[in-house]
């Protein structure tokens, strides 16, 4: 029997820290991405959720940045003391989130998400490389029942460069007889 396994991308990766800093679009909204933060079912659905508004699938990384760090009357990052920002308090569970904890304290996101908080919430180098394709490997295999594949995300950038970006990919299966997927 053959098939393809039917799996959907749904974040953006990132690309490595540049020595300068972090950047907003590549570095920070694929770890939201990643935890279903800008998703219809969460805070990227039509009216936000718990007053968080973020574009669907980081559709608008300008808003999103507005939305994170103006809205709320700033409340959501304090750069002076990243830990106890809410963003990150309800990230991390600290705080009652309705969404549950989605990125445990310590995990390399929530450093992540510190750092850039710690650094004063940069949108970062306008000149930063953008992401210009995305391949999935394998692009096909055969299988057999109940075995697994471990897939990998490469992104080829404006610059030439390309990058194993599988942390930040999201997968999703559509057909979940077919083909599950698990967190990693």
Request: hydrophobic share 35%; net charge positive.
């Amino acid at each position: 029997m053959r098939f393809c396994l039917p799996l959907l991308l749904l974040a953006a990766p990132s690309v490595a820290r540049a020595a300068d800093g972090l950047h907003f679009e590549n570095d920070i909204l694929p770890v939201l991405g990643r935890h279903g933060c800008n998703t219809s079912g969460c805070h990227g659905k039509a009216e936000g959720q718990g007053g968080l508004k973020l574009s669907v699938f980081a559709s608008d990384p300008e808003a999103d940045h507005a939305a994170v760090t103006k809205e709320a009357r700033g409340r959501r990052v304090l750069p002076s003391a990243p830990d106890e920002s809410l963003f990150l308090r309800k990230a991390s569970g600290r705080t009652p989130h309705g969404g549950g904890t989605r990125i445990p304290a310590g995990s390399e996101d929530y450093k992540t998400l510190r750092d850039w908080i710690a650094a004063g919430t940069p949108v970062g180098s306008p000149d930063a490389p953008k992401v210009v394709a995305l391949r999935v490997e394998p692009t096909e295999r055969v299988m057999a029942p109940k075995s697994e594949q471990q897939l990998k995300v490469f992104a080829r950038y404006s610059n030439g460069t390309e990058k194993d970006v599988t942390k930040h990919a999201r997968f999703q299966s559509n057909v979940e007889s077919v083909a599950m997927v698990g967190p990693t």
